[in-house]
Antibody, heavy 115, light 113 residues
Framework: EVQLVESGGGLVQPGRSLKLSCAAS????????MAWVRQAPTKGLEWVAS????????YYRDSVKGRFTISRDNAKSSLYLQMDSLRSEDTATYYC????????WGQGVMVTVSS | DIVMTQSPSSLAVSAGETVTINCKSS????????????LAWYQQKPGQSPKLLIY???TRQSGVPDRFIGSGSGTDFTLTISSVQAEDLAIYYC?????????FGAGTKLELK
C-alpha cells in the first residue's frame, strides 16, 4: 500500500524553526520528484517546494525562498522540510506529495506559528 | 506566476444531476513538445487530504469512477461529474504543473441542494 506519513508539526513562535519529515512506503521513492503543499485553515491549496529525484534540484515559492529548505534521503525513503524564520502566515497543514500531479498525499501535519 | 481561475466558487446540486466546473489559466498549459496539457483536478472532502482525480487534463487516475471526466486544452478546462452522488460532495481544485510555482484554483464547493 502506498503511504506518506508526515511528522514534526506543532506550535512554534514567530522567528523560530521547525523541521517536517515525511516517510514514504509502498513505491520506489527515488523514482519520483517530491513536493510539499500547504493549506492554511479554511483556505485553498498552495504549493511550497519541490525536489528532484536525487535532491540535486530544488524549487521554492517566492514567499518561502531563503527560509525553507526541502531535502530528501532516498536510502530512508524520506522527505524533509526545514522551516526557519517562521511567520504567522506559514500557519497551515503541510502535505507531503509526489510532484507535478500529486497522485498520493500524506494525511498532513499542522504547523501553527503564534506567540 | 500562472493564475488559475475556477468557476463557480460553489454549486448546489441534486443527486443524479450532471455538473460542470470550469478552470481557466492565465497562460497556455499545452506544451508543444508532447502536446500534453499540464493540468490536474483534485477532490477534497472535509477533514481529508486531497485526492487526485484527473491529470494531463483528461487522464483519469486509477480507481476514479468514470463519471468524472476532464476536458479542455490550452487555457480552458472543464471537470464534468455526471450523475452526481452524495459521496461526490466536496471541494474540487484544478492545478497547473506546467511551471513552478505550481498553482491551484481557489476551489469549487459542491453542495447538496
Amino acid at each position: 500500500e502506498v503511504q506518506l506519513v508526515e511528522s514534526g508539526g506543532g506550535l512554534v513562535q514567530p522567528g523560530r524553526s521547525l523541521k517536517l519529515s515525511c516517510a514514504a512506503s509502498g513505491f520506489t521513492f527515488s523514482d519520483y520528484y517530491m513536493a510539499w503543499v500547504r493549506q492554511a485553515p479554511t483556505k485553498g491549496l498552495e504549493w511550497v517546494a519541490s525536489i528532484s529525484y536525487d535532491g540535486g534540484s530544488t524549487y521554492y515559492r517566492d514567499s518561502v525562498k531563503g527560509r525553507f529548505t526541502i531535502s530528501r534521503d532516498n536510502a530512508k525513503s524520506s522527505l524533509y522540510l526545514q522551516m526557519d524564520s517562521l511567520r504567522s502566515e506559514d500557519t497551515a497543514t503541510y502535505y507531503c506529495t509526489t510532484d507535478r500531479w500529486a497522485w498520493t498525499w500524506g494525511q498532513g501535519v499542522m504547523v501553527t506559528v503564534s506567540s | 506566476d500562472i493564475v488559475m481561475t475556477q468557476s463557480p466558487s460553489s454549486l448546489a446540486v441534486s443527486a443524479g444531476e450532471t455538473v460542470t466546473i470550469n478552470c481557466k489559466s492565465s497562460q497556455s498549459l499545452l506544451y508543444s513538445g508532447n502536446q500534453k496539457n499540464y493540468l490536474a483536478w483534485y477532490q477534497q472532502k472535509p477533514g481529508q487530504s486531497p485526492k487526485l482525480l484527473i491529470y494531463w487534463a483528461s487522464t483519469r487516475q486509477s480507481g476514479v469512477p468514470d463519471r468524472f471526466i476532464g476536458s479542455g486544452s490550452g487555457t480552458d478546462f472543464t471537470l464534468t461529474i455526471s450523475s452526481v452522488q452524495a459521496e461526490d460532495l466536496a471541494i474540487y481544485y484544478c492545478q497547473q504543473y506546467y511551471d513552478t510555482p505550481y498553482t491551484f484554483g481557489a476551489g469549487t464547493k459542491l453542495e447538496l441542494k
